[in-house]
């Protein structure tokens, strides 16, 4: 699957941002999608991801509370709203899709977008 992810941006400490991943091509409907992020000068880490069934998501300790994923699968995008946005969320935000069920791993996953830069101002 093609993956395009966009909607990053420069927002101050506190606002928020959501970022947009559409999809195309192999069967979004069935594809676990998922969220990674990777800051300057360090390893890509996970952010958060979704199943295909909307109900089934799971996040990294460091956003829980306040980020949230969700898909639409009519339109074959994923989002990722950001809130209370902290200077240690600065880092380029990717997509990516996998089969079968959700991993926090980079490594399982097949497909990847291009990355959205996101930074936060303190």
């Known amino acids: 699957v093609q993956l395009q992810a966009f909607g990053g941006g420069l927002v101050q400490a506190g606002g928020s941002l959501r970022l947009s991943c559409a999809a195309s091509g192999r069967s979004f409907s069935t594809s676990v999608m998922g969220w990674f992020r990777q800051a300057p000068g360090k390893e890509r880490e996970f952010v958060a991801h979704?199943?295909?069934?909307?109900?089934?998501?799971y996040y990294a300790d460091s956003v829980k509370g306040r980020f949230t994923i969700s898909r639409d699968n009519a339109k074959n995008t994923v989002y990722l709203q950001m809130n209370s946005l902290k200077a240690e969320d600065t880092a380029v935000y990717y997509c990516?899709?996998?089969?079968?069920?959700?991993?926090?791993?980079?490594?399982?996953?097949?497909?990847w977008g291009q990355g959205t830069l996101v930074t936060v101002s303190s």
């Open positions: 979704i199943g295909w069934n909307v109900g089934n998501s």
């Open positions: 990516a899709a996998r089969v079968l069920w959700g991993s926090d791993r980079d490594v399982d996953y097949d497909d």
